[in-house]
């Protein structure tokens, strides 16, 4: 079983930046693909940033295309999102996930993440 905790959330005024951090241990995740989910309140938990397990692609949701950033140091089994230009409406509890199988791809539904961490609070004020 892996144990997934994310850091670095807060709260910061509109067009400033924060970085998460996902701390992973027990299992390794260095073979697994990584993602970023949030969940606003009354809303349903969205995909926001995958990274591959080498790192070598990542991907993004349209809505945080160009603004948030994925990486992963797979030595100290970390995985971050830079964050910046925020908006009111990225507040939410941003959560860290490991992908179900070790597969190939990229993926971004709930369903292909099994693992989750306890999530972060991210406030963006106006």
């Known amino acids: 079983q892996v144990q997934l905790v994310e850091s670095g959330g807060g709260l910061v005024q509109a067009g400033g930046s924060l970085r998460l951090s996902c701390a992973a241990s027990?299992?390794?995740?260095?073979?697994?693909?990584m993602g970023w989910f949030r969940q606003a309140p009354g809303k349903e938990r969205e995909f926001v940033a995958g990274?591959?397990?080498?790192?070598?692609?990542?991907y993004y949701a349209d809505s945080v295309k160009g603004r948030v950033t994925i990486s992963r140091d797979n030595a100290r089994a970390t995985v971050y999102l830079q964050m910046s230009s925020l908006k009111p409406e990225d507040t939410a509890v941003y959560y860290c996930?490991?992908?179900?199988?070790?597969?190939?791809?990229?993926?971004?539904?709930?369903?292909?993440?099994?693992?989750w961490g306890q999530g972060t609070q991210v406030t963006v004020s106006s």
């Open positions: 027990g299992r390794a995740v260095s073979n697994y693909a």
């Open positions: 996930a490991r992908q179900r199988a070790p597969v190939i791809g990229l993926p971004r539904s709930l369903s292909d993440f099994a693992s």
């Open positions: 990274i591959t397990r080498s790192g070598g692609s990542t």
